[in-house]
């Protein structure tokens, strides 16, 4: 009865390879975020879709590529992967954007490590 | 841009006391949202608490509850009767109203509460 799964939960890498992280979710929401919690557990965003729409588009590397096939899948592609890129990665879900006051549901993050 | 502050890195409480969290936040709005959000060693993020703006009236949900001070641009969390399990990085969030683009929710940078016996 997961809500927001992620896979994979770990991933370990190294420099210059190319990386991919899944999320769904079975709650139905329109809009789906990647966060991201840095080694200080600092949390930003980093993309928002809203049914297979992009909304929000932080300053990140175009290193990072997001992907929504549905409403219900939000992917994280990351090329040429560096040692920065070393954190947490967080899924997450709402109802739609629109509803500002929607709280955010997470999944259990994807922990990635690069070497 | 709207900043959320967590003035207290790292808090203590004894288990079955009370302890309040603090959060500040800067923003030009009159009408948000704010949110609470527990993270336990298991890293999994846990809505805690939110609390609309507009409500005059603190949120409140069992042991948790908020001091929210328009004016001041203050959401405390107060946790009563502490469990262990309560022992985790709690993190303020605010969020914007919609108003033709999509708002982001922006954290603070988290407060680690330890549970001691």
């Known amino acids: 009865d997961t809500a927001v799964s992620q896979t994979p939960k770990y991933l370990v890498t190294q420099m210059g390879n190319d990386k991919s992280i899944k999320c769904e979710q079975n709650?139905?929401?329109?809009?789906m975020y990647w966060y991201k919690q840095d080694s200080k557990k600092f949390l930003k965003i980093m993309f928002s879709?809203?049914?297979?729409?992009?909304?929000i588009n932080e300053t990140v590397p175009n290193r990072f590529s997001p992907k929504s096939p549905d409403k219900a899948h939000l992917n994280l592609h990351i090329n040429s992967l560096e040692l920065g890129d070393s954190a947490v990665y967080f899924c997450?879900?709402?109802?739609?954007?629109?509803?500002?006051?929607?709280?955010?549901?997470f999944g259990n993050g994807t922990r990635l490590t690069v070497t | 841009a709207q900043t959320v502050t967590q003035s207290q890195p790292e808090m203590s409480v004894q288990e079955a006391e009370t302890v309040t969290l603090s959060c500040t936040y800067d923003?030009?709005?009159?009408?948000?949202?704010l949110f609470w959000y527990k993270q336990p060693p298991s890293r999994q993020m846990i809505l805690v608490i939110r609390?609309?703006?507009?409500?005059?009236q603190n949120a409140t949900e069992n042991r948790f509850s908020v001091n929210f001070q328009k004016a001041a641009k203050s959401f405390s969390l107060k946790i009563s009767d502490s469990q262990l399990g309560d022992a985790a990085m709690y993190f303020c969030?605010?969020?914007?109203?919609?108003?033709?683009?999509?708002?982001?929710?922006?954290f603070g940078t988290g407060t680690r509460l330890q549970v001691t016996l």
């Open positions: 997450a879900s709402s109802h739609p954007y629109r509803e500002a006051n929607s709280p955010l549901h």
């Open positions: 709650l139905g929401h329109d809009t």
């Open positions: 879709y809203n049914n297979k729409e992009l909304i």
């Open positions: 923003t030009s709005e009159s009408d948000y949202y």
């Open positions: 609390q609309e703006a507009y409500k005059q």
């Open positions: 969030a605010y969020r914007a109203p919609y108003t033709g683009t999509a708002s982001k929710l922006t």
